[in-house]
């Protein structure tokens, strides 16, 4: 008798248990991806949820050729990572800065590789983070860092003449003891054309 009490009350429980989720389970949410025709959003807000709806998606995706690419698709995001064209923003935060991108750039041309390149010259939202990455960006637009044109990209008069002008010098300022020998662009009129084109 008393076992059969006790086994009363566990019944009891588990219904008592069981009942609020059966509850809950009816008001389940269906998240599931839905597309139908006829109309789409990216975002419905209210309070503090947001609902994304969308139809016609059976085509999205990025398509390429050569260095173009195109996005289709309601909620294809625009690749914010910056163009890994010929430029000089080194750190990858698109802006060109003396004490970071130039001073990369110095310390590159001086053969430092590792956090003796990187250290103290990441600019605000740089996007290349650690010294590899850098490193290989380097490397990669090494050619257009020979500002002088004599065919050896070297710290102490293209490195120079880069910092200096990310500095804000102009005319002589920019050039004054640090052309190469062999140059083949030694006067400001030739360097500053150039070094703005490494700035688009
Ligand atoms: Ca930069
Ligand atoms: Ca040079």
């Given at each position: 008798?008393?076992?059969?009490?006790?086994?009363?009350?566990?019944?009891?429980?588990?219904?008592?248990?069981?009942?609020?989720?059966?509850?809950?389970?009816?008001?389940?949410?269906?998240?599931?991806?839905?597309?139908?025709?006829g109309g789409g959003d990216t975002a419905t807000t209210g309070g503090s949820y947001a609902l994304g709806a969308t139809?016609?998606?059976?085509?999205?995706?990025?398509?390429?050729?050569?260095?173009?690419?195109?996005?289709?698709?309601?909620?294809?995001?625009?690749?914010?990572?910056?163009?890994?064209?010929?430029?000089?923003?080194?750190?990858?935060?698109?802006?060109?800065?003396?004490?970071?991108?130039?001073l990369l750039i110095i310390r590159y041309l001086f053969g430092l590789s590792g956090l003796s390149l990187t250290n103290?010259?990441?600019?605000?939202?740089?996007?290349?983070?650690?010294?590899?990455?850098?490193?290989?960006?380097?490397?990669?637009?090494?050619?257009?860092?020979?500002?002088?044109?004599?065919?050896?990209?070297?710290?102490?008069?293209?490195?120079?003449?880069?910092?200096?002008?990310?500095?804000?010098?102009?005319?002589?300022?920019?050039?004054?003891?640090?052309?190469?020998?062999?140059?083949?662009?030694?006067?400001p009129m030739q360097i500053e054309p150039y070094i703005q084109s490494l700035m688009p």
């Amino acid at each position: 008798m008393k076992f059969g009490f006790r086994l009363g009350i566990l019944i009891v429980g588990i219904v008592a248990v069981a009942l609020p989720g059966m509850a809950s389970r009816a008001a389940t949410y269906d998240l599931s991806w839905n597309a139908i025709a006829g109309g789409g959003d990216t975002a419905t807000t209210g309070g503090s949820y947001a609902l994304g709806a969308t139809i016609g998606q059976a085509g999205t995706g990025s398509s390429t050729g050569g260095s173009y690419s195109f996005k289709s698709g309601f909620w294809q995001v625009e690749n914010t990572t910056p163009a890994e064209g010929p430029t000089i923003d080194i750190d990858g935060n698109n802006i060109y800065d003396a004490l970071t991108d130039g001073l990369l750039i110095i310390r590159y041309l001086f053969g430092l590789s590792g956090l003796s390149l990187t250290n103290g010259a990441m600019g605000p939202g740089a996007t290349r983070l650690t010294p590899q990455d850098i490193l290989l960006r380097l490397n990669n637009i090494r050619p257009i860092l020979d500002v002088d044109g004599n065919g050896q990209p070297d710290a102490l008069t293209d490195g120079l003449m880069l910092i200096r002008y990310l500095f804000g010098l102009r005319g002589n300022s920019v050039t004054a003891n640090a052309v190469g020998n062999g140059a083949q662009r030694m006067v400001p009129m030739q360097i500053e054309p150039y070094i703005q084109s490494l700035m688009p």
